[in-house]
């Protein structure tokens, strides 16, 4: 089975431009997670969609927003782009489900997003 | 709040010799903990996670961890270190007020075997 899939891998944009990055999960995965890796720290949690509902949003301003699809692939879009949002953007799936909170999340490479 | 902590930015190991990886949690409850492991260019991989029941999980590459409650400790451990290993490990709790998906993860330790 295809693991995650994100596209692109990687990008460069200018200050104030939006984002769009693209994730797949693994098939019968219904749960996608995004996070965001600055250089040096660990991956901070940005958004949860299980059943293409929000499920969770971490410490992050407006300017990110998300959406899943009925196939469970997912978009996470960044508006007016700060040179602090320069970092790896991590797509995580998993099983989650009311009875499985300790699934672990199978995570694709990522988009190196560059804001110049 | 539900963090954790890794004292190590790097661990420096020779290959054959045992490596420990260390991570302190502070959680209210049971706690849910993880490890996973980034390879340079790469996401992050699962390597294991205790949830209850023994102290000492096993996970994948040979890796295990300890879970102290008493210490509030879960460090990654294996018995002879392979150059292979070297990478970026994290230590990972779930955020059990918050979304199932919601892992808080450390700062992150790089470990380093030489030949």
């Known amino acids: 089975d295809a693991g995650v899939t994100q596209s692109p891998t990687h990008l460069i944009k200018t200050r104030g431009q939006q984002v769009t990055l693209r994730c797949s999960p693994i098939s019968g995965h219904k749960s996608v997670s995004w996070y965001q890796q600055v250089l040096g720290q660990g991956p901070q949690f940005i958004f949860q969609y299980y059943e293409k509902e929000e499920r969770g949003r971490g410490n992050f301003p407006d300017r990110f927003s998300a959406r899943q699809f009925p196939n469970y692939s997912s978009e996470l879009n960044v508006n007016a782009l700060l040179l602090g949002d320069s970092a790896l953007y991590l797509c995580?799936?998993?099983?989650?489900?009311?009875?499985?909170?300790?699934?672990?999340?199978?995570f694709g490479n990522g988009t190196r997003l560059t804001v110049t | 709040a539900q963090s954790v902590a890794q004292p190590e930015d790097q661990v420096n190991v020779a290959e054959g010799n045992p490596l420990t990886v260390k991570c302190t949690y502070s959680v209210s409850g049971n706690p849910y903990l993880f490890w996973y492991v980034q390879y340079p260019n790469r996401g992050l991989q699962f390597l294991l996670k205790?949830?209850?029941?023994?102290?000492l999980v096993k996970g994948s590459y040979g890796f295990e961890a300890e879970f102290n409650k008493s210490q509030t400790s879960f460090h990654l451990k294996k018995p002879s270190a392979l150059v292979s290993d070297s990478a970026l490990y994290f230590c990972a709790v779930r955020d059990r007020y918050s979304s199932a998906s919601k892992i808080i993860f450390g700062s992150g330790t790089r470990l380093s075997i030489r030949p």
């Open positions: 205790y949830i209850t029941g023994d102290n």
């Open positions: 995580a799936s998993s099983l989650v489900t009311e009875s499985s909170y300790n699934s672990p999340l199978h």
